[in-house]
Protein backbone atom coordinates (compact mmCIF):
# COMPACT_ATOMS: atom_id res chain seq x y z
CA UNK A 1 0.00 0.00 0.00
CA UNK A 2 0.97 3.20 -0.51
CA UNK A 3 -0.21 6.41 1.19
CA UNK A 4 0.07 9.81 -0.49
CA UNK A 5 -1.00 13.00 0.89
CA UNK A 6 -0.87 16.38 -0.98
CA UNK A 7 -0.13 20.03 -0.03
CA UNK A 8 0.46 23.33 -1.20
CA UNK A 9 -2.12 24.03 -2.93
CA UNK A 10 -3.84 28.05 -2.83
CA UNK A 11 -5.39 31.04 -4.21
CA UNK A 12 -2.59 32.49 -6.66
CA UNK A 13 -3.50 35.43 -9.49
CA UNK A 14 -2.54 34.90 -12.64
CA UNK A 15 0.99 34.85 -14.14
CA UNK A 16 2.16 33.16 -10.00
CA UNK A 17 3.58 30.80 -8.89
CA UNK A 18 2.83 27.77 -6.74
CA UNK A 19 4.54 24.35 -5.65
CA UNK A 20 2.51 21.37 -5.01
CA UNK A 21 4.00 19.02 -2.84
CA UNK A 22 3.15 15.22 -2.52
CA UNK A 23 4.28 13.06 0.56
CA UNK A 24 4.38 9.43 0.07
CA UNK A 25 4.63 6.55 2.46
CA UNK A 26 3.78 2.72 2.62
CA UNK A 27 5.71 0.29 0.65
CA UNK A 28 9.05 1.39 -0.61
CA UNK A 29 8.84 4.86 -2.53
CA UNK A 30 11.75 4.75 -4.83
CA UNK A 31 10.20 2.18 -7.23
CA UNK A 32 7.16 3.85 -8.40
CA UNK A 33 6.54 6.65 -10.89
CA UNK A 34 4.65 9.12 -9.79
CA UNK A 35 1.98 11.62 -11.81
CA UNK A 36 -0.03 14.49 -11.41
CA UNK A 37 -3.10 14.58 -12.91
CA UNK A 38 -6.00 17.81 -12.59
CA UNK A 39 -9.66 17.80 -12.73
CA UNK A 40 -11.47 20.84 -12.97
CA UNK A 41 -15.30 21.55 -12.41
CA UNK A 42 -17.44 19.74 -14.87
CA UNK A 43 -14.10 17.93 -16.61
CA UNK A 44 -12.25 15.01 -16.73
CA UNK A 45 -9.31 14.09 -14.79
CA UNK A 46 -6.60 14.99 -17.09
CA UNK A 47 -2.81 14.19 -17.07
CA UNK A 48 -0.66 16.98 -16.27
CA UNK A 49 2.77 15.40 -15.18
CA UNK A 50 4.98 11.73 -14.41
CA UNK A 51 8.47 10.88 -13.95
CA UNK A 52 9.80 7.76 -13.70
CA UNK A 53 11.71 6.01 -10.54
CA UNK A 54 15.08 7.58 -10.84
CA UNK A 55 13.66 11.06 -11.90
CA UNK A 56 15.71 10.98 -14.64
CA UNK A 57 12.61 10.58 -17.24
CA UNK A 58 9.96 12.81 -17.32
CA UNK A 59 6.59 13.49 -19.46
CA UNK A 60 4.46 16.68 -19.69
CA UNK A 61 1.05 17.46 -20.87
CA UNK A 62 1.00 20.04 -24.33
CA UNK A 63 -0.80 22.43 -21.98
CA UNK A 64 1.92 22.39 -19.26
CA UNK A 65 4.83 22.32 -20.89
CA UNK A 66 7.36 24.65 -20.38
CA UNK A 67 5.76 26.33 -17.09
CA UNK A 68 5.21 23.14 -14.94
CA UNK A 69 8.41 20.85 -13.61
CA UNK A 70 8.02 17.69 -11.65
CA UNK A 71 10.46 16.23 -9.57
CA UNK A 72 11.21 14.14 -6.46
CA UNK A 73 13.04 13.29 -3.38
CA UNK A 74 13.39 9.94 -3.00
CA UNK A 75 15.34 10.57 0.06
CA UNK A 76 11.82 12.14 1.62
CA UNK A 77 9.54 10.31 0.13
CA UNK A 78 8.05 13.33 -2.10
CA UNK A 79 7.10 14.21 -5.33
CA UNK A 80 7.19 17.69 -6.25
CA UNK A 81 5.14 19.69 -8.99
CA UNK A 82 6.20 23.27 -9.52
CA UNK A 83 4.16 25.38 -11.27
CA UNK A 84 4.98 29.04 -12.96
CA UNK A 85 3.07 31.09 -15.05
CA UNK A 86 -0.60 29.93 -14.03
CA UNK A 87 -3.27 30.53 -16.33
CA UNK A 88 -7.08 30.68 -15.40
CA UNK A 89 -7.82 27.34 -16.89
CA UNK A 90 -4.59 25.66 -14.37
CA UNK A 91 -7.21 26.28 -11.89
CA UNK A 92 -8.49 22.33 -10.52
CA UNK A 93 -8.17 20.13 -7.68
CA UNK A 94 -4.58 18.23 -8.34
CA UNK A 95 -3.94 15.26 -7.50
CA UNK A 96 -1.04 12.88 -7.28
CA UNK A 97 -0.66 9.38 -8.09
CA UNK A 98 1.26 6.17 -7.57
CA UNK A 99 2.24 3.39 -9.63
CA UNK A 100 3.73 0.03 -8.99
CA UNK A 101 6.14 0.35 -11.78
CA UNK A 102 9.25 2.19 -12.09
CA UNK A 103 8.13 3.45 -15.43
CA UNK A 104 5.79 6.55 -16.54
CA UNK A 105 2.44 6.97 -17.77
CA UNK A 106 0.57 9.34 -19.15
CA UNK A 107 -2.90 7.09 -18.53
CA UNK A 108 -4.74 7.64 -14.78
CA UNK A 109 -6.32 3.58 -15.42
CA UNK A 110 -1.96 2.55 -14.97
CA UNK A 111 -2.08 4.71 -11.81
CA UNK A 112 -2.56 2.10 -8.65
CA UNK A 113 -2.92 4.56 -5.74
CA UNK A 114 -4.47 8.10 -5.43
CA UNK A 115 -3.70 11.08 -3.08
CA UNK A 116 -6.78 13.08 -2.31
CA UNK A 117 -6.24 16.25 -3.98
CA UNK A 118 -5.64 19.84 -3.37
CA UNK A 119 -7.32 23.12 -4.89
CA UNK A 120 -5.24 25.52 -6.86
CA UNK A 121 -7.83 28.54 -7.97
CA UNK A 122 -5.98 31.18 -10.50
CA UNK A 123 -7.46 34.26 -10.49
CA UNK A 124 -7.43 37.06 -13.21
Known amino acids: QVQLVESGGGLVQAGGSLRLSCAASGRTFSTNAMGWFRQAPGKEREFVATINWSGGYTVYADSVKGRFTISRDNAKNTVSLQMNSLKREDTAVYTC?????????????????WGQGTQVTVSS
Open 97 to 113: AARTTRWTSAYKAQYDY
